[in-house]
């Protein structure tokens, strides 16, 4: 059914969208605008969490209790047997899922979730298997190629966003920090850092902590804190977005040996009101390219290619949990400006573009709605 949406601003919506810039670093904040798409419902998920398309239109999505989901053009969806056990609470479950850069021919997928250890711990792990379409689909061969170090107690800060280099040949995963704040400024350990691995899972050769040895050769750069956003954009360069604590969710241009500063500075505060010095009292870490204060909440977020949308090529579109939508950004060198936010009524966590150069995103819910974004005309 087709039904087209009027603009509704949940409370969030409304304090995130009236709030403006307190430094230089902040968001621009743009109006809530009047959506410029018609939406088609093509399904319900149990939490859904993360959506990758295969070749054929297919959708492969995940619920993060611990489903892996076959999602149809003709909007059938079908269990995936074979998955893994996930340890599923608070922040932890299943989380994302790539098909590999030759699925075409291997049928290969790359999938996360929160494995459970000793002694009331846990941590996020990285597995592929190969996925079988003839009969029932099913996942054979699951292998775990990579595991947090340490795993820690807590539910939260997993961030396991999967994204591979444009030439294929490596495999970006992002680290959170676990809630454990130092870890992040660690190099003996990879919780708060972007990883670059080979498609096997090792260290990748030429990473610029490889003389360290151990887990600390997986590093790509650190002083992360929790990243649910990992993508590259059209010239091959690497963005994450991340959660901030009170304040200072944002959006960095993630380069080589770079530091970017958790839990020495942000933009927000401590959850306690107690103060954290800002991103622009230390000049010699890695600056945002925006932030948000207060918080946008951000789920995943992708680089908008195609002539669909008029005027949105190259332009970032995040999906958010505190607006309950979708907000739309331009990025200028190191920068990035907010051009507009739509409200959606509706908390959201993935953001997906289809080969058809529509936009999908899936609700961050009990029963979360797979929803297609198409232009009006």
Request: contains cysteine.
């Amino acid at each position: 059914m087709i039904r087209k949406l009027s603009l509704a601003l949940s409370p969030l919506a409304l304090v995130a969208a009236s709030c403006g810039q307190s430094s230089p670093a902040h968001s621009q904040q743009a109006e809530t605008e009047q959506l410029p798409f018609r939406i088609t419902e093509l399904g319900t998920f149990a939490e859904p969490w993360a959506m990758a398309f295969l070749p054929d239109g297919s959708a492969l999505i995940t619920e993060k209790a611990g489903k892996l989901k076959l999602w149809k053009a003709d909007r059938t969806v079908v269990d995936i047997a074979g998955v893994p056990a996930v340890d599923y609470g608070g922040q932890g479950g299943f989380g994302d899922v790539k098909p590999a850069p030759d699925f075409a021919t291997s049928g290969t997928v790359y999938l996360t979730w929160v494995e459970a250890g000793l002694h009331d711990t846990r941590g996020a792990v990285l597995g592929k298997a190969r996925l079988a379409l003839d009969g029932s689909p099913r996942l054979e061969g699951l292998q775990v190629i990579w595991k947090q170090t340490p795993k820690v107690t807590g539910r939260g800060h997993f961030s396991h966003r999967i994204a591979f280099s444009p030439d294929w040949r490596y495999l970006f995963l992002s680290s959170g920090e676990r809630q454990k704040f130092t870890p992040a400024q660690d190099l003996t350990n990879n919780l708060g850092k972007v990883l670059r691995l080979t498609l096997d899972g090792k260290p990748a050769p030429g990473n610029p902590f490889a003389a360290k040895g151990g887990v600390g050769a997986e590093i790509w750069s650190y002083g992360h804190r929790n990243l649910l956003g990992l993508q590259f954009d059209a010239r091959g360069q690497l963005w994450d977005l991340e959660h901030g604590p009170m304040g200072g969710d944002e959006l960095n241009h993630v380069e080589p040996g770079r530091n970017y500063g958790w839990p020495l500075v942000s933009d927000g505060d401590h959850y306690d009101g107690k103060p954290i010095p800002r991103n622009a009292t230390r000049p010699d870490l890695a600056q945002p390219a925006i932030s948000w204060n207060p918080v946008i909440a951000p789920g995943d977020f992708i680089f908008y290619h195609g002539d669909r949308f008029p005027g949105w090529n190259g332009q970032v579109l995040i999906a958010s949990f505190a607006i309950g939508g979708i907000l739309r950004l331009s990025i200028d060198g190191e920068k990035a400006k907010e051009e507009a936010r739509y409200s959606l009524g509706q908390r959201i966590r993935e953001i997906r573009q289809g080969a058809d150069g529509a936009i999908y995103v899936l609700e961050d819910a009990p029963e979360g709605r797979l929803l297609k974004l198409e232009p009006m005309a």
